[in-house]
Structures are given as structure tokens and as C-alpha cells.
């Protein structure tokens, strides 16, 4: 993970006076951690929630249990709410959610290394990955892979 991209988010955070919260499930809190490492962190980043059990997607972010039956937990739709649950929860500009199959073996019909990433805020944005390798390397390049690309979204925009 790039320590310059984690940096510049935490940069333009700032500048803009925007905040971060995060909701995380298969990367177990990579995301917020990887965040809290840099110095200043505290000016812009609010907190997060590690949803693992679809339970507590349901209960703390308030992702609909009948989207989760309909979708399961590794799709589109359930990172979408999970990052709106999360960034309702902490009142942020800027939420990032991660759920998937990190492995080793397939969950709920889909492959290991089956992830999504979404990002809402001004911009919203939703990315599915596939990730080949061990678990934690699924884990590693899905913390990696929401860092450069909410720092690639925050470049990208025009206060």
C-alpha cells in the first residue's frame, strides 16, 4: 500500500475540511488502520465499524436484510449501504466499505478474492475486484486497492 497515496487523502481531507469513516468486512479494519498510520490522521478520519457477521451489517449500518438475501453480502449493493450506514453513523463527508471472500475457499456462490470496494461521498463509486492469491494477500490488495482509489478520487476533484 502506498503511504504517499494514504498521506494525500489525509492532505486534502484536511484542506477541504472533509471527513472519513470507514465500514469494513473482510479486510477486518486494513482500511482504517492503514489511515490512522499516518501522522494527522485524527484531523479527518471519525472512525469505523468492522461489520464481519451479516448480522451486524444489518444491525449497526443498517443494511437491509433483504438485500442481503437477495444480493448476499459480496455484491454491489450491500457495500453501497454499507458505506451509507457508516457515513450516517459517523456524519462524514466521505465513507469507504469493503466486503468480499478473502478465502480460502468460495462463500455464498462466489470465488475467493470476489470483492467490493465502495466509495460515497460527492462522488460515488463502486468497484468490484478479483483478487488472486492467499488470504491475506486478498485482504492487503483490497486495503490497497480503496486507499489509491479514494486518493485518485479526491485528486480528480474540483472543490
Known sequence: MSTRATEAIIALLRDRGET?????SLTG???????????????????????????TKESLLKVAHSLIETHTVVSEEVAVAMADGVREIFGTTWAIATTGVAGPGP???HAAGTVWVAIR????????????????????????SAITTFARILGSRTV
Do not use: K
Not at 20 to 24: K, N, P
Not at 121 to 144: F, H, K, M, Y
Open 107 to 109: 462463500a455464498d456462490g
Open 121 to 144: 461521498g460527492p462522488i460515488n463509486q463502486s468497484t468490484q475486484l478479483q483478487i488472486d492469491g492467499e488470504r491475506e494477500v486478498v485482504r492487503n490488495a483490497t486495503v490497497s
Open 29 to 55: 479494519g486494513g482500511v482504517g488502520a492503514a489511515i490512522t498510520a499516518i501522522a494527522g490522521a485524527s484531523d479527518v478520519f471519525v472512525g469505523g465499524v468492522i461489520a464481519y457477521q451479516p448480522s
Open 20 to 24: 472519513l469513516a470507514v465500514a469494513e
